[in-house]
């Protein structure tokens, strides 16, 4: 079946430096990729999201890269924050719509002090 | 104002009972979903309902039953609870089919002895 699988599991950083999250994706049909950010016992939520006909897309400190050939989108986050710690969850969409997502596993960053 | 809400936000019961999860979105929207993330922190979508019509029906076992009253509400009845049904379930919403960005409800954690 389809599938996202998504790199590293956990990462630490120090706060300032740079974070960078890696996705891959199987459907060659998938158009909709969104980030999103869960901290702790709180909901997920949307940071950024960017569609197959864009390459790139920044949000202030946060940007996505997507690679449609190689079928691999990646999230950067430059001068992390404390607050940026959180686990981040790359999705991407199944079949032609965007409705259906298929989440990657996470990736708990930590940003130390 | 809470834009997703659902309830109960935390349920313990035993094996083999039936129990409910409700959820409502004052949004506005037109798609509602629920997610099924479990200890490892997966999400994965369990259904969809566009306008109180069924979308995505992910080969849930069929003791999972949703119901939409109307498009603001979508609640989920789990008959026969299972060990394996502890999880946290999300219920999300979205502008319409194919608008992307989904806002999830804060979680209903289910734990099932």
């Known amino acids: 079946g389809e599938n996202v699988e998504q790199h590293p599991s956990t990462l630490s950083v120090q706060e300032g430096d740079s974070a960078v999250i890696k996705c891959t994706y199987s459907?060659?049909?998938?158009?909709?990729f969104p980030w999103y950010k869960q901290e702790l016992g709180k909901r997920p939520q949307l940071i950024i999201d960017?569609?197959?006909?864009?390459g790139e897309k920044k949000d202030q400190r946060i940007a996505v890269t997507l690679n449609k050939t190689a079928k691999h989108f990646s999230l950067h986050i430059t001068e992390t924050q404390p607050e940026d710690s959180a686990v981040y969850f790359c999705?991407?969409?199944?079949?032609?719509?965007?409705?259906?997502?298929?989440f990657g596993t996470g990736t708990r960053l930590q940003v130390f002090p | 104002d809470t834009a997703v809400s659902q309830t109960p936000k935390y349920l313990v019961t035993q094996m083999g009972n039936d129990k409910s999860i409700k959820c409502e979105q004052n949004?506005?929207?037109?798609?509602m979903y629920w997610y099924k993330q479990d200890s490892k922190k997966f999400l994965k979508i369990m259904f969809s309902?566009?306008?109180?019509?069924?979308?995505i029906n992910e080969t849930v076992p069929n003791r999972f039953s949703p119901k939409s009253p109307d498009k603001a509400h979508l609640n989920l009845h789990i008959n026969s609870l299972e060990l394996g049904d502890s999880a946290v379930y999300f219920c999300?919403?979205?502008?319409?089919?194919?608008?992307?960005?989904?806002?999830f409800g804060e979680g209903s954690r289910l734990t099932v002895l």
């Open positions: 999300a919403s979205s502008q319409g089919l194919n608008t992307g960005e989904l806002f």
């Open positions: 459907d060659s049909a998938s158009n909709y």
């Open positions: 960017i569609r197959s006909n864009v």
């Open positions: 999705a991407a969409s199944i079949g032609l719509g965007t409705d259906k997502l298929i």
């Open positions: 949004l506005g929207h037109d798609t």
């Open positions: 309902y566009n306008n109180k019509e069924l979308i």
